[in-house]
């Protein structure tokens, strides 16, 4: 039997709190560990951190690793690896979760090729397999045409989830759990690369990935005033305004505003594509929202296949319209 157990969510933290992509990989590591019988620990890594270990708690964590030292307290690749890897050995989980955020992408297939493991990122489900109790790890493949499910061979098996893609446990602040401080010295001769800048999105209004309703456009827009049509539309609807490929290399709106298979994944509640074709390298960014509303002029248009309401038209007749009759609907 393998000396592997139990169940590890790397949980990245923002300012003094865990990021909701944290919570959600606690979310399906309590439903992993539940399955097989097995504790759910957190590990944390920062510097003056220690507040935060409660929220992997009240999140499902059974116990916490804190690696709280000053020269962890920006994130920084090689040093979060020899933490993360002094945690994992440590704990010897057979199963390690994080987010596949920047550094989840950055750090998980360094953590596998240093522990002889595998990684398998950007998994949409995860769930144990009851004959063989091991990680069965489902995965959007094929430019997000066809979905796969791996299992790794080696302990321990590590995953990163999309973002939304599992959801997180009602936070439970009464929940108790144990904190264990994990001391680390980093070898300042493992750290190779120096972060000589650090450029912050500005965001006005919600955040993308934060976003309820979602309008993008698409190369049908045909240039950067098209978006402040979007960008009013989203505004009546609270939400935030995204972009098809095309739009970002025009120019026409920011690079972060991307989504798809090289841009960001999202999930909203409402995905209002505006003269998007559909491609498949598009839809993976956005397939996990709940419904779907289409415009486009070509009926044969891809994102019809995909839309739960759909308008055959121009959009520059259509979305006058449209925000005109929520602009009297919210007036009535
Ligand atoms: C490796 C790789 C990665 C990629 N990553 C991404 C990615 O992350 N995100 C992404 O979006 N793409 C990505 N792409 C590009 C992708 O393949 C498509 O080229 C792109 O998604 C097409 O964008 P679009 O739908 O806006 O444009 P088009 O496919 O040109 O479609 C424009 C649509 O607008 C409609 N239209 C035109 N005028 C109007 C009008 N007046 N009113 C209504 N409808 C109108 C047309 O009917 C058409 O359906 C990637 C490609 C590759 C090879």
Redesign the pocket.
């Known amino acids: 039997m393998s000396d592997f157990k139990g169940v590890v969510v790397y949980c990245e933290i923002k300012g003094d709190k865990i990021l909701p992509i944290a919570a959600e990989a606690l979310g399906i590591g309590r439903k992993l560990a539940d399955d097989l019988g097995q504790e759910l620990a957190a590990v944390i890594i920062g510097g003056g951190i220690a507040a935060v270990a409660p929220q992997s708690v009240a999140q499902g964590a059974d116990k916490v690793y804190v690696i709280d030292t000053p020269q962890l307290k920006e994130y920084q690749a090689d040093a979060y690896l020899a933490a993360l890897e002094k945690a994992v050995n440590q704990v010897k989980p057979a199963i390690v979760i994080m987010g596949q955020t920047d550094s989840g992408r950055e750090l998980a297939p360094r953590l596998a090729f240093r522990l002889g493991a595998a990684a398998t990122l950007d998994c949409v489900d995860l769930a144990i397999d009851a004959d063989t109790r091991r990680l069965l790890q489902t995965k959007p493949v094929y430019g997000g045409n066809a979905q796969a499910v791996f299992t790794a061979a080696a302990d321990p098996q590590i995953v990163t989830i999309r973002t939304k893609a599992m959801a997180a446990l009602a936070p439970d602040p009464a929940r108790k759990g144990e904190v264990v401080n994990l001391p680390v010295e980093i070898d300042a001769a493992v750290i190779k690369a120096k972060i000589t800048e650090r450029v912050v999105e500005e965001v006005a209004g919600i955040k993308l990935e934060d976003a309820q309703v979602v309008v993008s456009g698409?190369?049908?827009i045909g240039g950067a005033d098209g978006f402040k049509q979007l960008d009013e539309l989203a505004r009546l609807l609270k939400g935030a305004v995204g972009a098809?490929?095309?739009p970002c290399d025009n120019n026409w709106i920011a690079d972060t505003a991307?989504?798809?298979?090289?841009?960001k994944i999202i999930a909203p509640e409402v995905y209002i594509a505006v003269?998007?074709?559909?491609?498949s390298?598009?839809m993976s960014?956005c397939s996990g929202s709940k419904t779907i509303v289409a415009?486009?002029?070509?009926k044969e248009?891809n994102i019809f296949k995909q839309a739960r309401f759909g308008v055959v038209g121009?959009?520059?007749k259509v979305l006058p319209a449209f925000i005109q009759k929520l602009k009297d609907l919210a007036a009535a």
């Not at 415009?295 to 070509?298: L, M, S, V, W």
Request: glycine letters at 22%; hydrophobic letters at 25%.
């Open positions: 698409g190369r049908g098809s490929r095309p991307q989504i798809g298979l090289t841009g003269a998007i074709s559909g491609s390298q598009h960014g415009i486009n002029k070509d248009a121009d959009w520059k």
